[in-house]
């Protein structure tokens, strides 16, 4: 089993939708959460990034984190074809550590005018 | 906010030679910075941790004397694939940590896509 598990989709909707995109872990010493935008043929951008359990909102997006459940999710609202692109979730145990820093497999999101 | 340029973006070389990748900060200084590699439609894979003044750390399977890496100021960190081959081919991500920004999280280079033919 792998530490961090995200399906990797690909994931169409229409313009305007809200995206749920999720990850589950099962490594409990996770306390560091990230979210990464990648487009094609380029490096990931640093979308999210929460510590802990609860929710935090940025604009059209909100990160999700539960961590009793051991789950964490991203919501875009208001989609727009500018949001086709792979998500991954970064999880890490420590605030300093790459070395640490896990990632999911990545979700391809492709948003339809 | 934190700036990681990476080149070149793409390039193509001969089985045999060398290829050199460079991972700069822009706009502040990164003790540690962290190579990459990544497979289509695959997550990134840690190659190695580069650290300013001293040897680089390798993660487990990578080949320290194919991936040859060198952190000679705190804004710049290279990798060298040395005696590339077909095998070689993928994209290579350079990362380091703003250690002053609001946020913890890593800022990535915009890729190398290296193609050996």
């Known amino acids: 089993q792998k530490e961090v598990e995200q399906d990797p989709g690909p994931l169409s909707v229409p313009e305007g939708a809200i995206v749920s995109l999720n990850c589950t872990y099962s490594n409990s010493a996770f306390q560091y959460f990230m979210w990464y935008r990648q487009y094609s043929r380029k490096g990931p951008e640093l979308l999210m990034y929460t510590y802990s359990s609860g929710n935090k909102e940025d604009g059209r997006f909100t990160a999700q984190v539960d961590k009793s459940s051991k789950y964490i999710s991203l919501f875009i609202r208001d989609s727009q074809p500018s949001d086709s692109a792979t998500y991954l979730c970064?999880?890490?145990?420590?605030?300093?550590?790459?070395?640490?820093?896990?990632f999911g497999s990545g979700t391809q999101l492709t948003v339809l005018p | 906010g934190a700036v990681v340029s990476q080149h070149p973006s793409r390039v193509i070389c001969k089985s045999g030679t060398s290829v050199k990748i460079e991972c700069r900060s822009l706009d502040f200084q990164a003790t540690t910075m962290f190579w990459y590699r990544q497979f289509p439609k695959k997550s990134l894979m840690l190659m190695a941790t580069s650290n300013e003044g001293s040897k680089a750390t390798y993660e487990q399977g990578v080949e320290k004397d194919k991936f040859l890496i060198n952190h000679a100021s705190l804004t710049l960190s290279t990798l060298t694939v040395t005696s590339a081959h077909p095998e070689d081919s993928s994209f290579y991500i350079c990362?380091?940590?703003?250690?002053?920004?609001?946020?913890?999280?890593?800022?990535f280079g915009s890729g190398t896509r290296l193609t050996v033919v």
């Open positions: 990362s380091a940590r703003d250690s002053t920004g609001r946020d913890s999280g890593y800022t």
């Open positions: 970064a999880m890490s145990g420590s605030r300093v550590s790459a070395r640490q820093l896990t």
